[in-house]
């Protein structure tokens, strides 16, 4: 009788075992793949790592729903880019307290952009609309300093599993670090040869390995306007680029003109938002392999 | 006995006018220390629960009591502004956790409370109905001003202008509601909460409209300059946030120099509260940061000094009174004089008539006692309402 208590005892254990656990884990969501995949690295089995964007967006300029608002304010941690990313949590409410600006020690480093319009009306006078370059995590070891907010939030949250949340730290910074290295010899050669990027997103990018980017604000996959193409030459008459860098796969039109004008095409995916294959690492990875092809 | 109670009560009952009129004013002299009393004790009870649950609260150089009043109990009386760099300061202290507070708008008279939904953890309030503040321009209603305003879930509420006469000012806000929260039984049952960024959209700092580089009509742009459009006050801002146009709501300026009533300071220990409140006094920063607890401890110091005096006047009042009493049974005696001495002559014993007047002062009393219990037992029953109706608005 004994022995098949205790057996029923470790049924019901086993049985129940796994939703205890899924239960007891930090609800973490992210406002961009890259957070959500340095949490998905640091915190292993400690955590469920949401990203709720659609793929099909670009999750800076995305607005969630009232729904998805909900979901985000009952994390139990919100990971958040800092600089700017994504306006649209400034229109809604979130905890405040369990938000975790994961730039912000390195808010002094941001890159102001250059306003593009600023107005003025209402009680309020004179205003401007300056903003910051957002996309922080394309220096590596701007990467790597994300990585390490998340780790000390995560840490806040369940100090019992510190050793583990550093120790796969140290592996995500090994990567990092070893992508920035090969992103640094692949474009030291001629780091100043001028470059043309389809959007101005590549601002920390070209700060941390010297290139000489200048920007067009073209999307990939809409051909750009003769306006925009006059503007281009107008670009290259001062900047004479031979690349230019494309956040996706740019229209093959695109592609064509502008080799017809001595301009080649490369894709250097931002991965804002989770890719179709592979993962973060392997995306950065696949960019690196581009810009080697560029600087050879 | 029963027969002289009897002959009393029948006596009473005769002559009821004069009877009320005693047995009222028996009972208001019981009556009115006694409630003071009750709702003194209910409005410490009140205000002391929810300063003690509140740690720390840092706000600009000033009155320390219209600042706990404001951010506690939705005062009127504003406080100097703070920016919400103060409450980055806080936080980045190190030692406490800090929940910015901006208490300074109303919506049909009822206080518009701006704060993070980290507020609504830390004073334990639920949603009843709807759900919680999720866009920019949605509200949600403590119960009772949901009820005082006859809101529900999915209606709207409009801010109301800081001055009427302030023209050129900034348009009302239409609000949505989304929420109805369970009653607390404090002051967030008559608030209406808003994200802080809502305040904002309520003063203006943070708004809405057409996009300016697409405006056709001149009258609206005085000036397009090298990539600067200045607009004419005549630009139409969204006075309701709607799904169509949340995206143009846009912060002018750091929204670290954005203004807030005050910071609740949640210290991680007693230890970590210490340092910061040393640090408040030694700095020489505009700031102060104040125990609520002990501000309202102060606060009803005064109250029970004021509370003495009104029961010294009680005191005189309620003797004064019972010397009247006294002149009317002593002048209602003489007026008795002849029925009394028909009731002698009838061969009732002195002892007998002593014992027929006993009864009737004996039933007077008690009815005012009944009423006095009765009175007190509703004075009970309403006294959370009362304190906050009369003494913490």
New interface residues.
Partial sequence: MRNLLQITLLLLTILFAPATVAADKLKVYAVNYPLAYFAERIAGGQAEVVFPAPPDIDPAFWMPDAVTVTAYQGADLILINGAGYAKWISRVSLPRLRMVDTSRLFADSYIRVAQTTSHSHGPGGDHSHSGTAFTTWLDPRQAVQQAEAITAALTRKRPAAKQQFESNLESLKSDLLALDERLARGTTSAADRPMVASHPIYQYLARRYGLNLRSVMWEPDEVPSETRWAELAQLLKEHPAKWMLWEAEPASESVERLRSIGVESIVFDPSGNRPVAGDFLSVMLKNAASLEDVYR | MIDSIYIAWRYVSYNWVRSLTLVACVTLIAVLPLSLELLLDESERQLLSRAETTPLVVGAKGSSLDLVMNSLYFGETLPELISMADAEGVTESGLA?S??LYVRFKARGAPVVGA???YF?FRGLHIAQG??????G?CVLGARAAEKLGLKSGDHLLSSPESLFDL???YPLKMQVVGILEPAHSADDLAVFV?L?TAWVIQ????G?TD??SVTDPTLV?DRSQ???????K?P?YAQITPEN??S?????D?ADYPITAVIALPYDDKFSAILRGRFVAGEQPLQIQVPGEVIEGLLANIFRIKSVLDAVILVVGLSTVLALVLVFALSLRLRQREIQTIFKLGCSRLAIARFLGAEIAIILAASALLTLLLLGVVEHYDEQLVRTLFIR
């Fill in positions: 956790q929940l910015p993070t939904l980290d953890d759900r919680n503040l999720a866009l920019l949605e050129a000012g900034v994200d960024k203006g700092l943070v708004h409209h300016l580089t005085m990539g600067n459009v200045t607009a004419t006050a630009l801002q949340i995206d709501f846009h912060f002018h300026g929204p």
